[in-house]
DNA sequence: AATCCGGGGTA
DNA sequence: TACCCAGGATT
């Protein structure tokens, strides 16, 4: 049959009518604010939906407008994106906040080249927001549209270099639908995600399988291809989970420390390595027999993974008997601080093997 | 171009 | 294990 129309056109056609199906309803899809899609394509970076859908819905009805999360405390966003990870992203998200609401009286510039300049916006994110919130034929290439169009143009480029990227972008702009760019810029990371899968796709239901290179061909086990990573370094540190009983009310609290504000895990909080006393720096477990009868126990190994590092964890418990005099780098956190600051995720899951190690000497 | 930056799901 | 995820900033 002849239908006139290019295999692109085609393509985009397939696409859209398939996605209009299987479309799933998600939290962000249901508002046409833009500073909520923004809010979205931010928490998804590098992050599955299904971990997003809680902490967006809690974060929308704590700062529901630009105004707000632009007038909010640092540490209050923060903690509302405690265990998300990557969290230069939510810090970024409220400095370019803050610059909307200066610069654009507190509305989303419908411009991809004044919207990119605003911090934590690549030409992923520029894409994807200018597209779904505003309808700006702008490609949004991410790791499922990369995966999605060198196997269907059967095209060899590592994606792993940035010159790739660009390449995809430049095809994705000839394709993509002057009518309906969102839709079409969602639809092809539906297609990465739920069809067109890093290994074992399932071509039997894809939409586009036609002129599919890679179908044709049976290359899906080759394509994409990517340069491995280089391997993880390997750190090993203890921490000293120090406990006092409050006199008042007898709740138990904790010796903390701020982490520094750039760098891994920035403003979050953490246990200590060292205790600071009259000025001078101390490491805990040396200094535990002055402040506890027993020496330090150690209740708790383990390893915590991040992108380019692991740590191996020792974490021993101090018990502070009488009181000593603590340096202001160091501070008390009851319940009360727990619920209010953000802490690393690493030491959340020491904090709760202390507490299981306490209910269990009850 | 290479490295840093989290945390969790999956084969 | 190894890879991947609706990536961006820094060097």
Request: net charge negative.
């Amino acid at each position: 049959m002849e239908t006139g129309l290019s295999n692109t056109e085609k393509f985009a056609l397939q696409l859209l009518e398939w996605f209009y199906k299987v479309k799933r309803d998600l939290p962000w899809r249901r508002s046409r604010d833009p500073y909520a899609i923004w809010v979205s394509e931010i928490m998804l970076q590098q992050t599955r939906v299904e971990t997003v859908i809680p902490y967006f819905e809690r974060f929308m009805q704590r700062f529901p407008s630009i105004n707000e999360l632009a007038d909010a405390p640092e540490e209050d966003v923060l903690k509302h994106w405690e265990g998300l990870g990557y969290y230069s992203r939510v810090r970024n998200l409220q400095s370019a906040a803050r610059e909307v609401k200066a610069e654009y009286g507190g509305v989303v510039p419908a411009d991809p080249e004044r919207f990119i300049k605003l911090k934590g916006i690549g030409s992923y994110t520029k894409g994807a927001v200018m597209s779904i919130a505003y309808q700006i034929a702008e490609p949004a290439v991410d790791g499922n549209v990369m995966r999605v169009m060198t196997r269907w143009c059967g095209w060899y480029d590592d994606i792993a270099a940035g010159k790739t990227k660009t390449k995809i972008e430049e095809f994705v702009r000839t394709v993509i639908p002057r009518d309906q760019p969102g839709d079409f810029n969602q639809a092809l990371m539906e297609l990465g995600s739920q069809v067109c899968t890093p290994k074992s796709p399932s071509c039997e239901r894809c939409p586009v399988q036609l002129n599919c290179m890679t179908f044709a061909n049976g290359w899906q086990n080759e394509l994409p291809v990517k340069t491995k990573l280089k391997s993880d370094r390997v750190e090993s540190r203890w921490v000293a989970v120090v406990t006092r009983r409050r006199a008042y009310d007898g709740e138990v609290e904790v010796l903390v420390r701020q982490r520094p504000d750039t760098g891994l895990l920035a403003k979050l909080w953490e246990f200590p390595h060292e205790i600071f006393t009259g000025g001078e720096a101390h490491e805990v477990i040396s200094e535990s027999l002055r402040f506890n009868s027993d020496h330090p126990k150690l209740f708790w190994q383990g390893t915590h993974v991040f992108s380019h590092l692991k740590w191996q964890l020792d974490a021993y418990y101090v018990e502070l008997l009488e009181d000593v005099e603590i340096g202001a780098e160091l501070t008390w956190f009851g319940p009360e601080e727990r619920a209010k600051y953000a802490f690393a995720q690493a030491f959340t899951v020491i904090w709760q093997a202390f507490e299981n190690r306490a209910l269990e000497a009850m």
